[in-house]
């Protein structure tokens, strides 16, 4: 993996996560648009996103944040195609943790890009003793996300009951984590 800064972390010769910017707006509310019902089953937020202007917004707001470290959000690019987001939705500054968030277009999955940004992401915040706690939590029921969290090394902590409300019903969550050794 070679990293040129915080805005932007290769992961391979084909993949490489970017700071947001609305330039990728319309590519990435048209990856939105065409996935929302696949989305929606494990993610709340598809059914707020209405038009390019909401995923505009959205990738705004989220620069700000990015730049404040409040969160960490980065598109991934695959062949200079946006296909996906993957994030620190939340970051605990005081407790050197981060949760990770991500979605891909469909068109994109089976190739490895979710493990290997989380593994590229994850590598540069270690060793650049930013973060020193990884977290994934999803639904119990969403294989995807629950493999991708063993496939990148996380260690299963634990299943919190109905931790997790989405289109009327709870769900129970596992809680997968990864613990940098170089802090």
């Known amino acids: 993996m070679i990293t040129l800064n915080t805005d932007t ?21 048209s990856v939105i648009d065409a996935n929302r019902d696949n989305f929606s089953q494990f993610m709340a937020w598809p059914k707020w996103v209405k038009n390019r202007s909401d995923t505009e917004r959205f990738l705004s707001d989220s620069l700000i944040t990015h730049q404040q470290d409040i969160s960490k959000t980065y ?8 296909v996906g987001i993957i994030a620190f939705n939340q970051i605990d500054k005081a407790n050197k943790t981060a949760y990770i968030g ?23 915040y270690a060793v650049n003793k930013m973060i020193k706690r ?3 939590k999803c639904s119990v029921a969403n294989d995807k996300s629950n493999r ?16 997790e409300y989405l289109n009327g019903t709870f769900y129970d969550q596992n809680l997968y984590a990864l613990i940098s050794s170089y802090l």
């Open 75 to 82: 598109i991934i690019l695959f062949e200079d195609k946006p």
């Open 102 to 124: 991500y979605w891909l277009d469909n068109q994109a999955q089976g190739k490895g890009i979710i493990t290997q940004s989380t593994l590229a992401l994850t590598e540069y």
């Open 9 to 29: 972390i290769y992961v391979n010769q084909n993949v490489y996560l970017t700071a947001p910017n609305t330039i990728y707006a319309t590519a990435l509310y």
């Open 148 to 163: 991708v969290a063993k496939r990148c090394g996380f260690e299963h902590e634990g299943i919190p009951k109905q931790a």
């Open 134 to 136: 990884f977290v994934i």
